[in-house]
């Protein structure tokens, strides 16, 4: 990918994508920079995945590069007007500007859809990649949003 180039889109999570996700989710490389830090078995990711897709507090976007799945982006709402903001990539997809791509198209897509002024993200202290990702996508790292866990930075982007 050269500079200024996109190559990346979103698209609505659907029905289909329930098995594709499960398997991300419990990816080595994706375990190891998420919060929770533990698999997921079927019978729990299958209610999660129903609850996800149609639950009015949460969207979640399949992120594409070049038209195949690479990761996804997700939204839970919180309190009236914020939102919290999850999202990775498969391993390979990560260090090239794919995840700012991601973030920045995300952020968009939720301030059209939902009436929210802050999207907080939640970024693991020793999960730097991910926090210069935000930073680059215009987060800015905040004290305290009252929603990260300890050992978590607080970056917030506003409407």
Not at 22 to 33: C, E, G, I, Q
């Amino acid at each position: 990918m050269t500079a200024g180039e996109k190559t990346i889109s979103l698209r609505p999570a659907s029905a289909g994508d329930r098995e594709m996700v499960f398997r991300w989710r419990n990816d080595p490389f994706v375990l190891a920079h998420g919060s929770s830090h533990r698999e997921v078995e079927w019978e729990e990711h299958q209610k999660w995945f129903e609850d996800t897709l149609s639950s009015g507090a949460r969207k979640m976007f399949v992120v594409l590069d070049r038209g195949n799945p690479i990761g996804q982006v997700r939204f839970d709402r919180q309190r009236e007007r914020d939102c919290v903001v999850s999202v990775y990539l498969l391993r390979e997809f990560t260090g090239r500007g794919c995840g700012v791509q991601a973030i920045g198209m995300g952020c968009a897509a939720i301030f059209e859809a939902w009436d929210v002024e802050r999207v907080i993200a939640c970024v693991r202290h020793d999960n730097r990649g991910g926090r210069s990702a935000f930073l680059k996508a215009g987060f800015q790292e905040v004290g305290g949003s009252g929603m990260c866990p300890d050992e978590h930075y607080s970056l917030v982007l506003l409407r």
